[in-house]
């Protein structure tokens, strides 16, 4: 299971809830092993400072994980699927593809579009959930966009720090192609995308639709009700959301469990 971003532990814990120990739970219930580790910037985040980018902080460890498991005793060595959450499942095509061996790609809530126009979107659905943008909230968000602007024109020197990250994390980030990565994988793939999440929206599922329109062997799954934790709920979804206790939605945990499952009895 490769985490969101940020420095996420093995359960990808937000609030009192653990996403990632849902989803093993569940697969656990069908016979399906997980394994989930503590992220690098998690457990080494002072040592690692701000000198990495995405193959440091996810791609390695997401590489080294699939070769640790294959060698464990108990586990099917050419049953290996990747399961991706947000910018994880952003990523898991290209992790997939480097792997060469995983026999399906699982993406939940990936974006398509880049993480510095999700950053853009975000702040300002988080400035209107009252329902107006004050002239502070404009202000960061006039920032925001110069800054994402200047990202992509590439107008910042390597070694700035931009949204927590030197500068030239932003650069590789913008290089990776989702949608190229997952036209290549020779593997089923599965998307899921819940309707209510505003940290990774419908217009991304659209993207992967779109993109992967002509590929065979996709699933795409759309669960109207559910947030960016693919939990139950209603309205609009705010950050205050994921201060609440949930659940990974059963349903969600039984399709992707019976995909799992009719892939790799063909196998």
Known sequence: MVHESGPQDRDQSIGPNKPFKDLAWGLASKKIADFRYDKRTKVHGQKMGTDFTVEEEVI????????????????DPEGIFLLGHSMGGMLAPEIANRDANVVGVLVLAGPTRTLLELILEQTEYISLIDGTINEAEQKNLEDIKGTVTAI????????????????????????RKPIDEALNLPVPLLVLQ??????????DFEGWKEGLSEKEYVVFSFYPDLNHLFMEGEGKSTPKEYLKSGNVYTPVIMDIAYWILAFWSRS
């Open 60 to 75: 390695e460890d997401a590489l080294f994980a699939v070769d640790l498991l294959r060698r464990q005793e108990g586990i």
């Open 152 to 175: 992509e024109n590439r107008d910042f020197v390597e070694n700035e720090i931009v949204f927590g990250a030197l500068v030239a994390y932003w650069y590789d980030l913008i290089e």
């Open 194 to 203: 819940g309707g209510r999440d505003y940290q990774v929206t419908i217009e």
